[in-house]
């Protein structure tokens, strides 16, 4: 068949013979192997509007030729939609960049690889062209590698992060979107997800042929545009759609949990022959309908291929994260999974008689019925009439949130394809450690551990809750014999960036460190040392102790009467003269619900001497201020243990942005004794002051406090500084970003600081009336108990 070019082309030479009519007629027939005549038709009428736009013939020539690979992609269904986009673009930007735009087509093509994904792609480009013009072209220069790492969320908010923080620098954005800044290449990183869909797509299908020898089809989804949470797993339209992304899962990898979750829905579609009525159903019955259907059908699948029932159960038994095992499950989830286990592992034994009695009765009647998925409704309800009586239901958010991430929402078992409750996601977080820890018993560690010097390379390591001795006991521990410093999980906080008025996410990593300790009779010693002050110390105690129900007189308003004041208001009466109205005793109970969190700038300047040089004689005996920070906190310390608040004492330091280092030396909750002032008394000085990053941390032990008021009291003898910033008004900015943000937290901030030239800054970072300077230093172990009670009495 001959096709008139002209009639569609503008700007192109279409003489038979031309090397113009030979990529038109090559490329037509490639397009005509795979789209049918309306397709070809939107394709002859996209290449004509295109050549509408007058942006060169190199646009036109790229259309036509990259076309077809795209319909063959995603579809011809898409080619107006691609065709609509490169013509609001064309008013926004140059020829060029829309020209760059359509080269990249079949590469966002293959890694998006779906359709609707595809579109929501082209909104994202049309929103760059008026948010970051100068950005594009680099963006679409960069787009191989972009593509490769981060899904369209990611995309998108790596995108509009960039167009945000350089929205007047246009410089700037070319570098940003050209990934040749370091904020740049941080916030590629920031968004990058664990296996991407389209990297499996091929392998997965293989998978589920090989199972079930027949074809599924699978669609990527994308649902995590401004957050890092994306869709479940849902099967609609007979098609399987999977996230564009996982992350791997407490130590199972990103692969695993794609066919785990593939395996699960490809179940679900070959043995759930009818669907379920939900007539008169509450989402919380069908929650646990749907708990016994997938254990149907994953009971039916690992009939076919027992293998399954390894792949499904390791979701389960895996060892959760230290981020999850601080998170209390509500009683009625911790059920269902739990009852879950059961329903999957046939020799499981709960604690719970009712979970026991549900799994061996709904075993029992899968070896009858397994092939009637009515069978699960009439399970579920059972369960449900039964497990209401001993715990109440959550929420539905509550129940939606499964922890598990390769079983589906379910929307496929029911006979109605709308469903409002099932629309939520699953937030997938990123594994932050490689290695597994598991805590474990003195008696355990020493009957069962392979080797007691675990290395960075070991796969599980065990932690002991105490100190572990060998056997032939000299006193020593493994650990202080062998052991490395004890250090926790990375900390990630975000850094104020005041050139361009944005955070910087996850800039700075704080790591929580132990020091050494010391005889914690040197905290003793102290009181002996500073007794006079200690006396007056005794009295600020005696004041501040809490001091129960107290009565207050002459209020107009009350809960008693005065009568000594009514009698004199009557008298006045009868003298006809006007009364004092405040007749009434108004009851407070005084109650100090405090939480104060002492932290200490432990860098390098702290091992200063006060009041002589280097080299005098007096020099080695002299006192640092780090000993009067020591012996002023242990002042205070005694005061506040003495009073009652819950207190902790931390300290930091810093050696970059990467290793801001975090020491607990108390608690809360923790007693003021002999461990704790053993800490305390070891405690050193080294490296530099991040203080924005340590103040963040310190906020977060806070607001772990159910404490009506909470105070950091910072004791600092410098101002804000680190040796990868030399910059000094970023990391001050930075430090009055940080406590602004713990006052919108309910986190009282305080400085105490023994820099003479505090004035300059001191002001503007903590504010009026929130510090206090110390200007001979010699008197700090005087002056901080004096402060606290200033601030908390």
């Known amino acids: 068949m001959t096709i008139d070019f002209s009639a569609y082309v503008t700007g192109l030479n279409t003489e038979p013979g031309h090397e113009h009519r030979q990529a038109l007629e090559s490329s037509y027939h490639e397009a005509a192997r795979v789209m049918s005549p309306q397709g070809l038709d939107h394709y002859l009428t996209g290449m004509k509007a295109m050549g509408t736009l007058n942006k060169g013939e190199d646009l036109i020539l790229t259309y036509v030729q990259e076309m077809p690979g795209v319909a063959k992609e995603l579809g011809e269904d898409v080619i107006p939609d691609i065709v609509s986009a490169l013509m609001k673009l064309a008013s926004h930007t140059s020829g060029t960049v829309v020209t760059l735009m359509m080269t990249n087509m079949p590469l966002a093509a293959t890694r998006l690889g779906d359709a609707d994904v595809m579109r929501s792609y ?46 007047r620098d246009l410089d700037g954005q070319m570098a940003y979107f050209g990934l040749k800044t370091e904020s740049s290449r941080a916030v590629l990183q920031k968004e990058r997800r664990g296996t991407l869909f389209v990297d499996n797509q091929r392998k997965l299908n293989f998978y589920l042929r090989a199972l079930w020898a027949r074809a599924f089809f699978m669609r990527p989804t994308s649902g995590d545009y401004e957050t890092r949470q994306g869709l479940k797993p849902f099967i609609e339209d007979f098609q399987i759609h999977l996230p ?57 699948a690992i009939r076919d291929f027992p293998g399954l029932r390894k792949l499904w159960l390791g979701f389960f038994t895996a060892p959760m994260t230290p981020d ?12 269902m999974i739990r009852l879950a286990i059961a329903l999957l592992d046939p020799h499981y034994r709960d604690e719970e008689p009712l979970i026991n009695d549900t799994a061996s009765d709904f075993r029992r009647q899968l070896e009858v019925r397994a092939d009637d998925n009515q069978l699960s409704w009439d399970a579920g309800i059972t369960f449900y009439n039964k497990v209401i009586q001993q715990v ?22 029911w006979a109605f394809t709308e469903n409002m409750f099932l629309e939520s996601g699953l937030d997938y977080l990123p594994e ?50 062998w052991g490395k410093e004890p250090v926790s999980a990375p900390y990630h906080y975000q850094e104020w960036d005041y050139h361009v008025q944005l955070f910087r996410p996850d800039w700075a990593t704080v790591i929580e460190r132990r020091q050494g300790k010391d005889d914690p009779e040197r905290m003793d010693e102290i009181l002996t040392k500073y007794k006079p002050i200690a006396s007056r110390i005794r009295r600020l105690i005696d004041a501040l102790q809490p001091q129960g129900i107290v009565r207050r007189r002459g209020y107009e308003e009350g809960e008693e009467l005065d009568l000594n004041a009514a009698v004199r208001a009557m008298i006045d009466i009868r003298r006809g003269i006007m009364p004092d109205p405040r007749i009434n005793i108004r009851i407070d109970r005084h109650i100090r619900d405090l939480s ?126 680190d040796i990868d910033e030399r910059d000094p008004q970023y990391l001050r900015h930075d430090t009055k970003k940080a406590v602004e943000d713990l006052a919108r937290q309910g986190v009282y901030t305080y400085c105490l600081t023994l820099d003479p030239n505090a004035d300059r800054y001191v002001a503007r970072i903590f504010g009026e009336n929130n510090y206090s300077i110390v200007d001979h230093l010699e008197r700090l172990p005087e002056r901080l108990p004096a402060v606290f009670a200033a601030i908390t009495g």
């Not at 290395?455 to 932690?463: L, N, P, T």
Request: with cysteine; hydrophobic share 40%; aromatic share 8%.
């Open 392 to 413: 109440a239901l959550p929420n539905l958010r509550v129940m939606e949130s499964w922890p598990i991430p390769y079983r589906d929402d379910n929307r496929y078992l």
């Open 244 to 300: 564009d992304a996982f992350d791997p899962f407490r130590g199972i990898s990103g692969l695993e949990v794609y066919r785990a979750s593939a395996a699960h829905c490809a179940a679900h579609m070959v043995y759930t022959r009818q669907p379920l009525s939900a007539e008169q159903l509450s989402p919380a019955q069908m929650k646990l309908i749907e708990l016994f259907e997938d254990a149907r059908v994953e009971h039916l």
């Open 596 to 721: 104060i969190l002492v932290l200490m700038d432990l860098s390098e300047s702290t091992n200063e001497k006060i009041g002589v040089q280097e080299g005098e004689p007096e020099y080695d005996t002299a006192p640092s201020i780090l000993d009067l920070t020591r012996e002023s906190t242990g002042l205070l310390a005694w005061a506040i243990d003495a009073i009652g608040d819950n207190f902790a004492v931390h300290g930091f330091a810093s050696d970059g942005r990467h290793d801001v280092q975090y020491y607990r030396f108390k608690d809360f909750g923790q007693p003021y004794d002999d461990e704790a002032k053993s800490r305390m008394a070891g405690m050193q000085g080294g490296l530099s002051t991040r203080m924005g990053a340590a103040l963040r941390h310190a906020g977060w032990h806070l607001t772990q406090q159910a404490a009506q008021k909470r105070l950091v009291l910072l004791i600092t003898d410098g101002e804000p500084a």
């Open 122 to 167: 082209l909104k994202l480009l049309h929103q760059l062209a008026g948010k970051a013009p100068r950005g594009l072209r680099p963006m679409m220069e960069n787009m191989d590698e972009l593509l490769s790492k981060l899904t369209l969320g990611g995309l998108r908010r790596w995108a509009l992060w960039g167009a945000q923080a350089h929205q």
């Open 324 to 335: 999850e095992e601080f998170v209390e499950l509500h009683p009625m989830m911790d059920r």
């Open 432 to 481: 932050h450690k490689q290695q597994i820890r598991k805590y474990v018993s003195a008696v355990e560690m020493a009957n069962e551990v392979d080797c007691e010097l675990a290395g960075d390379d070991a796969q599980e390591v065990w932690i002991c809750a105490t100190e572990f001795f060998p056997y032939e006991d000299e006193g020593i521990s493994y650990n202080r014999m």
